[in-house]
T-cell receptor, first 112, second 112 residues
Framework: EAAVTQSPRSKVAVTGGKVTLSCHQT?????MYWYRQDTGHGLRLIHY???????EKGDIPDGYKASRPSQENFSLILELASLSQTAVYFC???????????FGPGTRLTVL | GEQVEQLPSILRVQEGSSASINCTYE??????FPWYKQEPGENPKLIID?????ERKQTQGLIVLLDKKAKRFSLHITDTQPGDSAMYFC???????????FGDGTVLTVKP
């Protein structure tokens, strides 16, 4: 079974601070994604990556950067955290386009 | 892009009855339609999916129907149990954009 891990699992950040969320997968999947989920709502795509050293903008990229330094690792960076970025963030990976996405356990981010 | 509408947002059924969730999508380039179940505090997990070359798929008490002409797909849970209580998400994968777009979710409660 696909193994996707995220760190930290929860974080409290201050407005204007920098936050880095990390994702690691051990299944040699080429495709990785970052989503955010607001309470009681669906998942929205922030950034994704098809290959190491390359990232693509998703549907809601404003205020976020992404980094894919290796096939296994995919980070989401909030340079200047804002209150509106309080949410649960999920990383996912998939071996190919149009297939099952395997989600990590999520990171609960609270910005105060 | 793609927009996925999911209804109802809240669904309460009696144990042993059936539950149905409906989703519509806009873009005819979408060809893969997964359904995810999310328990409170957990990550979404794939429960069933269907590709555009099929109209119906069934597995372990779950039935998915796809009507490509109407751009509509649905999940039917037969003989519901309290353990089926969770949030359910539909999604549509667009081959042109390479993105998976999620509906806003349905909170299903199965009453004993």
């Amino acid at each position: 079974e696909a193994a996707v891990t995220q760190s930290p699992r929860s974080k409290v950040a201050v407005t204007g601070g920098k936050v880095t969320l990390s994702c690691h997968q051990t299944n040699n999947h080429d495709y990785m994604y970052w989503y955010r989920q607001d309470t009681g709502h669906g998942l929205r795509l922030i950034h994704y990556s098809y290959v190491a050293d390359s990232t693509e903008k998703g549907d809601i990229p404003d205020g976020y950067k992404a980094s894919r330094p290796s096939q296994e690792n995919f980070s989401l960076i909030l340079e200047l955290a804002s209150l509106s970025q309080t949410a649960v963030y999920f990383c996912a990976s998939t071996p190919g386009l149009g297939g099952e996405q395997y989600f990590g356990p999520g990171t609960r981010l609270t910005v105060l | 892009g793609e927009q996925v509408e999911q209804l109802p947002s809240i669904l309460r059924v009696q144990e042993g009855s059936s539950a149905s969730i409906n989703c519509t999508y806009e873009n005819s380039a979408s060809n893969y339609f997964p359904w995810y179940k999310q328990e409170p505090g957990e990550n979404p997990k794939l429960i069933i999916d269907i590709r555009s070359n099929m109209e119906r798929k069934q597995t372990q008490g779950l039935i998915v129907l796809l009507d490509k002409k109407a751009k509509r797909f649905s999940l039917h849970i037969t003989d519901t149990q309290p353990g089926d209580s969770a949030m359910y998400f539909c999604a549509a994968y667009n081959t042109n954009t390479g993105k998976l777009t999620f509906g806003d979710g349905t909170v299903l409660t199965v009453k004993p």
